[in-house]
Nanobody, 114 residues
Framework: QVHLVESGGGLVQAGGSLRLTCAAS????????MGWYRQAPGKERELVAQ???????YYADSVKGRFTISRDNAKNTLYLQMNSLKPDDTAIYYC????????WGQGTQVTVSS
């Protein structure tokens, strides 16, 4: 059973930074694509960033140049460095392992005040 646990969310002023962490267990982390998703109130969940097992990355246009996804396969950990945060970035952020069966963390709240 795959288990994903996010941490690092919080309240930050616009222009500030946060680093989200996702600790993974129960799967061979290093061979899996991993992603960060977010869901704002009243909106659908959306892909923020994704990283392949080899380190190739994808970013949503809304976060390009501000967010950086990375992974430490030795620690089974996924990261999302978020800089220059905007109020529109306010959402619950989820770590996910896509695949024939998807796995999700419980989410961590990020609130950006103006």
């Amino acid at each position: 059973q795959v288990h994903l646990v996010e941490s690092g969310g919080g309240l930050v002023q616009a222009g500030g930074s946060l680093r989200l962490t996702c600790a993974a267990s129960g799967s061979i982390f290093s061979i899996n694509v991993m992603g960060w998703y977010r869901q704002a109130p009243g909106k659908e969940r959306e892909l923020v960033a994704q990283i392949s097992s080899g380190g190739s990355t994808y970013y949503a246009d809304s976060v390009k140049g501000r967010f950086t996804i990375s992974r430490d396969n030795a620690k089974n950990t996924l990261y999302l460095q978020m800089n220059s945060l905007k109020p529109d970035d306010t959402a619950i952020y989820y770590c996910a392992q896509p695949g024939p069966q998807w796995y999700w963390g419980q989410g961590t709240q990020v609130t950006v005040s103006s």
